[in-house]
């Protein structure tokens, strides 16, 4: 049981260029999330997920897209990096249970740099 | 908006300095209230999570607790390995209730 995977653990782009964060988690979790975390800040929602096809913005989407075409992964997708998307990226996953108690299970984050 | 505040936002103890974390919040409704550690270069670690106000929960030397504004990290004899970042975070029980709304984390140190 790997939990929630997250690929590469370190990037480094140059101003314009894009990518894509992978997130994958093997817990049949329902939901999943997409937070950035800046030095000496809180984690911040970028986008989540409800289930396989739905998706919507967290706190501060613009610059990023996400997709969910299956349960299991949740990529973020980066178009045209900037300096202001240097951050430490992390994805998390959760359930809901019989009782509406959620659990959530982070990965072990992206570190971003844009130059 | 749904807020949460920790403070301090650094913190150092001796081994064996008994102390508390803060985390004060404001929330529409809260479903519940989750403490996180946080390891440098690492994600977030469960802890605990807190439902409403009067539960505690204990786990080794850390205990939490929760009041209808704030809730405490109460951390015991505490040792260097104790040394993070800890982080609370509230879930609403209203308006997109699936998300996790963070402080800002204080960093505890514990020397030797």
């Known amino acids: 049981n790997a939990g929630v995977t997250q690929t590469p653990k370190f990037r480094i782009l140059k101003i314009g260029q894009s990518m894509t964060l992978q997130c994958t988690q093997d817990?049949?979790?329902?939901?999943m999330y997409w937070y950035r975390q800046d030095p000496g800040m809180g984690l911040k929602l970028i986008y989540y997920?409800?289930?396989?096809?739905?998706?919507d913005k967290g706190e501060v989407p613009n610059g990023y897209n996400v997709s969910r075409s299956t349960t299991e992964d949740f990529p973020l997708r980066l178009e045209l990096a900037a300096p202001s998307q240097t951050s430490v990226y992390f994805c998390?996953?959760?359930?809901?249970?019989?009782?509406?108690?959620?659990?959530?299970?982070f990965g072990s984050g992206t570190r971003l740099t844009v130059v | 908006e749904d807020q949460v505040t920790q403070s301090p936002e650094a913190l150092r103890l001796q081994e064996g300095e008994s102390s508390s974390l803060n985390c004060s919040y404001t929330?529409?409704?809260?479903?519940?209230l989750f403490w996180y550690r946080q390891d440098p270069g690492k994600g977030p670690e469960f802890l605990f999570t807190?439902?409403?106000a009067g539960e505690e929960k204990e786990k080794e030397r850390l205990k939490a607790t929760l009041t209808k504004k704030e809730s405490f990290l109460h951390i015991t004899a505490p040792k260097p390995e104790d040394s993070a970042t800890y982080l609370c975070?509230?879930?609403?029980?209203?308006?997109?209730?699936?998300?996790?709304?963070f402080g800002k984390g204080t960093k505890l140190t514990v020397n030797p």
């Open positions: 975070a509230v879930q609403a029980s209203q308006g997109g209730s699936e998300k996790l709304v």
């Open positions: 817990m049949n979790h329902n939901y």
């Open positions: 997920s409800v289930g396989a096809g739905i998706t």
């Open positions: 929330v529409s409704g809260l479903r519940g």
């Open positions: 998390a996953s959760s359930y809901r249970d019989r009782g509406d108690k959620y659990g959530y299970t």
């Open positions: 807190l439902y409403s």
